[in-house]
């Protein structure tokens, strides 16, 4: 059974920068995705199992960062230049099957508890 676990989440003012960070039970290919109030789910950031294939959503494209420790089986998402519109419960994925990234959520078998990432204008 795979286990996620997310930190680092919080409130922070518009334009600051958080760092959310996901410990995993063993190496996978991982995603970010988000789900803001009244909104549906929705893709973030995916980094392959290597750490070599990255993909970013075109909304954080330039500010957000993810990154992996293999050596420690985490991924952390680096969030920079923060907007109101990034307020949404933030969940780490793991895709147990597959070794490139992928923006599809139905991709991804193993899902963490989430962290609330609110952000102020």
């Known amino acids: 059974q795979v286990q996620l676990v997310e930190s680092g989440g919080g409130l922070v003012q518009a334009g600051g920068s958080l760092r959310l960070s996901c410990a995993a039970s063993g190496r996978y290919t991982m995603g970010w995705f988000r789900r803001a109030p009244g909104k549906e789910r929705e893709f973030v950031a995916a980094?392959?199992?290597?750490?070599?294939?990255?993909v970013y959503a075109d909304s954080v494209k330039g500010r957000f960062a993810i990154s992996r420790d293999n050596a420690k089986n985490t991924v952390d998402l680096q969030m920079n230049s923060l907007k109101p519109e990034d307020t949404a419960v933030y969940y780490c994925?793991?895709?147990?099957?597959?070794?490139?990234?992928?923006?599809?959520?139905?991709?991804?078998?193993?899902w963490g508890q989430g962290t609330q990432v609110t952000v102020s204008s």
């Open positions: 980094i392959s199992w290597s750490g070599s294939g990255i």
């Open positions: 994925a793991a895709d147990s099957a597959r070794a490139s990234s992928s923006p599809l959520a139905r991709n991804y078998n193993y």
